[in-house]
């Protein structure tokens, strides 16, 4: 249940000019159960230049806070599923430089000490001054963001030449790459966790690149592609005549590996007899090849990747508990990409001039690629959720570099299950209707254009007042117009 009912006022009062302007597309998270105050702060802060996520609740706030990056967050302290200090709590054991403004009723002094020593950043009691919710709102904004390039120059100057090809300045990045550089130099094994193709191996050689073993061998293992007899052989060697086809002694990738790092990507894979050989190397840092009589003594760092739960493994049986700790004495777990979308524009630089240099095209004299999205393209790049995340995006930058004519790339050159996912392309059958196998994207595309149009036709193809007919931004409406491809320009509109 809400607070109470209450009035807020709109932003018709003029604001002094010396007041910090608002600074452009920087998103507001705005956590309330009220209707009313939602619609009130969006008008406000839309036309403050901000870019406003609504939730009507604890459940749908925390699941937008999880969902995408926000610069301030305002959040209501009575609500009817959570209250506001549970919420606050809830995001502080995550986040805790993300500005958070609470908003109440409920004008206690009592409860404005509570919600700053809980870690709220500030306290408005409904009805506010929009005057001055908006010169806090701006000049923490303001404050985070000096504090965050501050902080992102240190670690630049720190590790810029460190980690050459790893690429990202987002926060979780940067954190990461922290943690690397900490643990580099020590003994520790460590396990990298993270989804397929967040760069578990490139995060494994920064390891061994930053550790006193650098100048050693560095021993890649794809546990989950050999059969275990196989992976045996190749981990630990054998002696001559240990089984058919031993005509020779053969070095296991072990002792290959003696004094630097073996890295195995999918440990979860490895079968029940290679995890107990496993197991003596981390305890005892000793293996017998197949067929020898004596043990042989190792020093090599292991480190191992997975994109498995491995406790859920260890609780299914299929995986030892006691390995499972073994290896993770360190774990360092790697940001989907969809959680580090900051880093996108970076990535799409660093892989355009792989392959520009590769095909050898879109290169200005410096060897550096002059190739750029649309930014139509670009957009649909920052909304995706990239299922395949890094490797994912570098497939569809090489494609865009192969198949380009021009030095900025459409957004039709870009794979067809982007421009789905982005409602560019629905799919019709020969009558113009939605395709029956149409994808829920599409659904929702097709029915976003349709209204859109239908409310153009209404107001004349007044733009202006086809956004205040449907309720949104003239900014979020002309983007949708360009994104669904409505024809507005034949009709003369605003």
Known sequence: MSDTTTTVAFPNQALPADRISSPDKRRILVIDDEVDIRESLELLLTTENYNVDLAENATSGLQKFESGLHDLILLDLMMPDKSGMEVLAEIRQRDQETPIFMLTAYGSEEVAVRALKSGANDYFAKPWDNE?????????????????????????????????????????????????????????????????????????????????????????????????????????????????????????????????????????????????????VLQDREFMPLGANESMRVDVRIIAATNADLKKLVEDGKFREDLYYRLNVINLNLPPLRDRKDDIPLLVDFFFTRYCQENEKFLN???????????????????????????????????????????????????????????????????????PDASLFEVVADFERRKIIEALERVNYSQTEAAELLRIPLSTLNQKIKRLSIDVKRKGAS
Do not use: C
């Not at 240190?154 to 030449?161: D, I, P, V």
């Not at 989950?224 to 007899?229: H, I, V």
């Not at 959720?385 to 490797?391: C, D, E, I, K, L």
């Open 365 to 435: 004299s410096d060897g550096k690629s002059v190739l750029s999205f649309e930014p139509e393209a670009m957009q649909i790049l920052m909304e995706h959720t990239w299922p395949g995340n890094v490797r994912e995006l570098e497939n569809v930058v090489e494609r865009a570099v192969v198949l380009t004519t021009t030095s900025t790339v459409p957004a039709h050159v870009l794979p067809d299950n982007l421009q789905q996912a982005s409602g560019m392309r629905i799919s019709r059958d020969s009558s113009g209707m939605l395709a």
């Open 132 to 280: 001055k919710l908006l010169i806090e709102i701006d000049r923490m904004i303001l404050k985070g963001r000096l504090e965050r390039e501050n902080t992102h120059l240190k670690r630049a100057l720190k590790q810029r030449y460190a980690f050459p090809n790893i690429v990202g300045k987002s926060e979780r990045m940067l954190r990461l790459l922290d943690q690397v550089a900490q643990v580099a130099p020590s003994r520790a094994t460590i396990l990298i966790t993270g989804e397929t193709g967040t760069g578990k191996e490139l995060i494994a050689k920064a390891i061994h690149a930053h550790s006193a073993r650098a100048d050693q061998m560095f021993v890649p293992v794809n546990s989950g592609s050999l059969p275990s007899e196989l992976l045996e052989s190749i981990l630990f060697g054998h002696v001559k005549g240990s089984f058919t086809g031993a005509i020779a002694n053969r070095k296991g990738f072990f002792e290959t590996a003696n004094r630097g790092s073996i890295f195995f990507d999918e440990i979860g894979t490895v079968g029940p007899e290679i995890q107990v050989k496993l197991l003596r």
